[in-house]
């Protein structure tokens, strides 16, 4: 696998690729990998010729200083699972080769950044954006590979391909989970013993709460959750919200009818 550094010479290595008529697929990360990830780079390398990961922990999407700090950095490990994976092409950028200049670039992605993470993490979609867009346009990749865990993030990243006219298909994969059902993410390195043992409790309520919904309604599936949340000594709930699966709309009475993804 090839480590690069600099945005140039990603630009030049993939530009050679696609003269050879190699299609490219690309795994945008932040690093802190682990087989969710991983799932993400076998999508890529079923589906084009070249796969290129990219690990980068972006400033400008973090809108809790501590929370940057203290974000999971694993590289070596990173590389060795990439390497073991197949990847093909590694960009490890430092920050200023990302933002030579300061990037004052102001996204709109209207009622998206309005709703659940827009409305918890002002400007975290704004940086996602930023980055997403300068990363897509030095990959240029035909097919970027996106977790479905980050379902908003996935919509907010087809509206930005979409607004910026690039000519990647974005591709949201299913998310990977843990033996006991949670949902796989970098962050979960973060929790101590018991909070890990707490947040297995999630996906458990979620499904419940799925049945509640279909049988009593949104209300009562809330009520539920907040309840259940409520005996937990080191939860706290910030939104259960029931949304339209293709715009992310806040639904207050739930069709079963609707698209669904749980
Ligand atoms: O989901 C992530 O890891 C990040 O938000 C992304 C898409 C790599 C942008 O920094």
């Given amino acids: 696998m090839l480590v690069l550094r600099k945005i ?3 630009e030049e290595l993939i530009s050679l690729k696609k003269q050879k008529g190699q299609t490219i697929g690309f795994v ?4 802190a990998l682990h087989q969710g990830h991983i799932s993400l780079i076998n999508y890529s390398k079923q589906q084009t010729d070249i796969t290129v990961c990219s690990i980068f922990v972006n400033p400008t999407q973090f809108n809790n200083a501590s929370d940057l700090t203290h974000y999971p950095r694993t590289p070596e ?3 060795k699972l990439l390497e073991e994976a ?4 590694l960009y490890m950028p430092e920050v200023k080769d990302v933002y030579p200049e300061n990037d004052t670039r102001k996204f709109d992605f209207g009622y998206l950044d309005t709703i659940l993470e827009g409305a918890k993490r002002p400007g975290h979609f704004n940086g996602v954006g930023q980055v997403v867009s300068i ?3 030095g990959v ?3 097919k970027a590979f996106c977790g479905s865990k980050d379902y908003q993030q996935v919509m907010v990243v087809k509206s930005l391909v979409k607004q910026l006219n690039l000519e990647v298909e974005i591709i949201a994969c299913p998310i990977l989970r843990e033996a006991d059902g949670l949902a796989m993410s970098s962050r979960n390195v973060r929790l101590n013993e018991q909070e890990r043992l707490e947040a297995a409790a999630i996906p458990e309520m979620m499904k419940l709460g799925n049945q509640i919904l279909k049988l009593y309604g ?5 009520k539920y959750i907040s309840s259940v949340v409520a005996t937990i000594p080191n939860m706290k709930l910030e939104y259960y919200e029931v949304c339209d699966a293709e715009t992310l709309e806040l639904l207050s ?4 009818k609707q698209k669904q993804f749980h």
């Avoid at 949104?218 to 809330?222: L, N, Q, R, V, Y």
């Avoid at 009475?253 to 079963?256: G, S």
């Fill in 86 to 89: 197949g990847c093909d092409i």
């Fill in 77 to 79: 490990a990173d590389i």
């Fill in 140 to 142: 240029k990749p035909h």
């Fill in 28 to 31: 945008p990360t932040m690093g």
């Fill in 8 to 10: 140039k010479e990603i």
């Fill in 218 to 222: 949104i209300a009562e599936a809330k």
């Fill in 135 to 137: 990363l897509l346009e």
């Fill in 253 to 256: 009475e739930f069709n079963p």
